[in-house]
């Protein structure tokens, strides 16, 4: 066993139930199973119209209550789902068309002060509605686009009741003030793509924070711009503006969420699919969910994600858009990685040890240990350069990697199995190991050598 400093356990969510939805907090340390499961939509990928079954949903958002509301793009409707049944499923919407009680490919979906707010795309309008569809009234009107403009896709209402709505390809932000349907620009003015700290290109997902402060998913950009209230122009908080392999890019965002550690969780659409988290100042991203590198249909995998949402325990969805589902990936219990045993005051230790493994198997510098709470045993062999893995009931060493190391020091292994280890010489670097992978992803790089990590 091994004894650290205690940190956070789990997932910390705050849920401030007032006229707004919840305000998030979750843990750095926290993460979630890879295995996800389908809780709407077919978990092959089949596209329908039944209401076990999506079609290209885009958003959806999660109140308190666990109910699930999908903005099911293809069906012309919003699909309601209660979590904690299985067959207590209902649509609102069915046929296309321009009628009040109608909706035409709708998107964007939020819930705010009791009511439902839907992004009637095709109709160019924001509806609101009580949350069962009934008494629908048209609270923003979106102008109609000029050539090779238009196509609302995300909504986001603020606790003011500010609604604001991202234009893709007329690449920006329109805001609508309560009691007036008319709305105006204030992001991407000039409605022209491009990639300066003025300008979108294809504009996603939008979050506003409590002071005003708007985080946009600059898709083709692969970049999130942060917009504070009143500026003419942006910072990027996270991607280069570069797609790319290496942990400080982005690969085509779509949503993102900040939680009050100002912790970006975003969405990758592009051939990586997958849930990244970032802190805000950060230069590099750590993949949450979906880490397997490639879109797919299995169940550690997704194809275009275009959204995520949080339940009140910290357990995290995201809308599979090519799948025609809604993915969960389950909070982890227990997010610490390593063994922090519960030691009582009056513990004695025996004073003879037992060899566990000598320098036959570990070599004459052994530079690290890493013991997890499975009580399976990591060591960094300086001398052979590699990792070995111990597990509770093996007696036998399993070594992760040949030759593909140099002078590895000081392993730490995540709750998933992804094994970080100082691999550098003069200069430190940082990689990741995954599970069975051949060779490792570089995180970060550093001056000197690291010897605690």
Same mark, same amino acid.
């Not at 609101?128 to 569809?133: I, Y």
């Not at 290496?246 to 965002?253: A, G, I, S, V």
């Not at 052994?366 to 590699?386: E, K, L, N």
């Given at each position: ?54 079609? =290209? #949903?885009?958003? %959806? ?7 699930? /509301? +999908?903005? &099911?793009?293809? $069906? *012309? !409707? @919003? ?122 290109? =294809? #504009?996603?997902? %939008? ?7 708007? /985080? +946009?998913? &600059?898709?083709? $950009? *692969? !970049? @999130? ?136 198997? +570990? ?91």
């Amino acid at each position: 066993m091994i004894l650290k400093c205690k940190i956070l356990l789990n997932a910390i969510i705050l849920l401030i139930i007032t006229n707004v939805s919840f305000e998030l907090k979750l843990s750095p340390q926290a993460a979630w199973n890879q295995i996800g499961t389908t809780v709407a939509g077919d978990k092959k990928g089949s596209a329908g119209s039944a209401l076990s079954q999506l079609n =290209e #949903p885009v958003d %959806i958002y999660i109140t308190n209550n666990d109910i699930l /509301y +999908i903005g &099911d793009t293809r $069906n *012309h !409707r @919003i699909l309601v789902v209660h979590l904690n049944s299985s067959t207590n499923n209902s649509a609102i919407g069915s046929e296309p068309g321009p009628n009040f009680n109608q909706l035409n490919g709708p998107r964007g979906v939020f819930v705010f002060n009791a009511s439902l707010y839907v992004l009637d795309t095709s109709n160019y309008r924001v509806q609101k509605m009580t949350l069962d569809g009934s008494s629908v009234t048209t609270v923003a009107h979106i102008p109609r686009p000029g050539e090779g403009q238009g196509d609302p896709l995300y909504l986001y209402v603020t606790n003011e009741g500010n609604i604001y709505v991202s234009e893709r390809w007329g690449h920006c932000i329109w805001l609508f003030f309560p009691n007036s349907t008319t709305g105006h620009i204030i992001a991407g003015q000039t409605r022209q793509k491009g990639s300066n700290n003025t300008q979108f290109d =294809e #504009p996603y997902g %939008i979050f506003v924070n409590d002071v005003g402060t708007m /985080y +946009i998913a &600059d898709r083709k $950009n *692969h !970049r @999130i711009m942060k917009w504070s209230t009143g500026d003419l122009h942006g910072v990027c908080v996270a991607g280069d503006g570069k797609i790319g392999d290496t942990p400080k890019q982005l690969n085509e965002p779509t949503q993102v969420i900040v939680d009050t550690n100002e912790y970006m969780y975003i969405t990758e659409a592009s051939y990586r699919a997958r849930v990244v988290r970032w802190l805000v100042g950060s230069t590099w991203g750590v993949c949450i969910v979906a880490c397997t590198r490639s879109s797919g249909i299995e169940a550690t995998q997704l194809s275009h994600p275009h959204s995520l949402a949080f339940d009140r325990h910290g357990s995290l969805y995201v809308t599979d858009w090519a799948n025609h589902r809604v993915q969960k990936f389950q909070i982890l219990d227990y997010s610490l990685s390593f063994n922090e045993p519960v030691i009582p005051p009056n513990s004695t230790w025996s004073v003879c040890g037992i060899t566990f493994a000598n320098q036959t198997s +570990i070599g004459l510098r052994p530079r690290g240990i890493f013991i997890d709470h499975r009580d399976t045993v990591y060591v960094a062999d300086h001398t052979h350069r590699r990792v070995l893995v111990w597990s509770e009931k093996d007696n036998n060493h399993h070594q992760i990697s040949v030759g593909n190391l140099f002078n590895p020091t000081t392993p730490f292994v995540t709750v998933n199995g992804d094994i970080y280890v100082e691999n550098g010489d003069q200069a430190g670097r940082i990689e990741k190991w995954r599970p069975g992978a051949t060779s490792g992803e570089l995180v970060v790089t550093f001056p000197g050598n690291c010897f605690g990590l």
